[in-house]
C-alpha cells in the first residue's frame, strides 16, 4: 500500500472511548460516541524523524488503534458489523499528541482543540498493517512505553463503542473515503513527554507482536518562532 499518509485525506479522532482514560482527565463519559480531526500534515510516518516539541507545549502522548478506510461509506448502520469491517481496508498503530495545556484551555474556554491536536508530527503511525493480521480489532493488546518504562497496556476490548458504532455515528455526518484515518481512542496511561524521551509503541494479537506495529518515536526540540502561550 502506499503511504498513508499520502493517501489520507483526513483523520478522525473518536474520544474518550475507555472508562478508565475518561477518569484519569477528570471527564465526563460520553452518551455516544464523539470524534475531532487531525490534519493529515501531522502525520509522522515511520523513519521520518522525530515528534518535534513546540515551546511552551505541555506534551503528551496517546496510543491508539488506527483503522485505514478502503472505500467510500455513508451512513452505516451501527448494527452493521460486516458492512462496517468491510470498509476497512487494513491497521496501523498511532500515538494522537497532543498539546495537553493547549487543550485544557480550549475546553475551559469552549473553543476548538484544533491547535492541540494539529501540529505538524502530531501523529506517528506504525507500517500499514495487513487486515488478516488483525482477524478481531476488538481483541488486540496496545502498549506504549517512555525510556523503556511501560506507560500504557491495554486491550481493545475495553472500548466503550466498538468500531461499527464508531463508523455509523462518523458516516453519518461526513463520508469516510478510501485512504481515511480513524483513530479509535486511546486506554489509560496517558502521559507527558518532553525532548530527549523515546517512545517506544506496539501491538499485539493473541500475545504476539506484529513486527509492522512496531514503533519508535524520539521527542525533540521544535525550532522556529511558535510558542504556546494561554490567551
Aim: glycine share 8%; hydrophobic share 35%.
Amino acid at each position: 500500500m502506499a503511504s498513508i499518509k499520502a493517501n489520507a485525506r483526513k483523520v478522525i479522532c473518536i474520544g474518550r472511548n475507555y472508562a478508565d482514560h475518561v477518569k484519569e482527565l477528570n471527564n465526563a463519559r460520553p452518551k455516544q460516541p464523539f470524534f475531532f480531526l487531525k490534519p493529515p500534515s501531522s502525520i509522522l510516518p515511520p523513519n521520518s524523524g522525530p515528534c518535534l516539541q513546540p515551546r511552551g507545549v505541555k506534551l503528551h502522548y496517546e496510543v491508539e488503534l488506527a483503522l485505514i478506510i478502503g472505500k467510500e461509506t455513508k451512513d452505516i448502520d451501527a448494527t452493521d458489523e460486516k458492512g462496517a469491517m468491510e470498509a476497512i481496508e487494513g491497521y496501523a498503530l498511532a500515538i494522537d499528541m497532543t498539546a495537553r495545556n493547549a487543550q485544557d484551555e480550549a475546553k475551559k474556554k469552549g473553543l476548538p482543540w484544533s491547535i492541540a491536536k494539529g501540529f505538524d508530527t502530531f501523529l506517528p503511525i506504525s507500517n500499514y498493517i495487513s487486515k488478516s493480521l488483525i482477524p478481531d480489532p476488538h481483541d488486540v493488546e496496545l502498549y506504549l512505553s517512555v525510556n523503556d518504562e511501560i506507560r500504557q497496556s491495554d486491550s481493545t476490548e475495553l472500548m466503550l463503542f466498538r468500531i461499527p458504532r464508531q463508523l455509523s455515528d462518523i458516516s453519518k455526518v461526513m463520508t469516510l473515503e478510501k485512504g481515511d484515518v480513524v483513530l479509535t481512542g486511546t486506554p489509560k496511561g496517558v502521559g507527558e513527554v518532553k525532548a530527549g524521551d523515546v517512545m517506544r509503541a506496539g501491538i499485539k494479537v493473541g500475545g504476539k507482536e506484529l513486527e509492522e506495529g512496531r514503533m519508535r518515536v524520539d521527542v525533540k526540540d521544535r525550532d522556529g518562532p511558535y510558542e504556546f502561550k494561554e490567551t
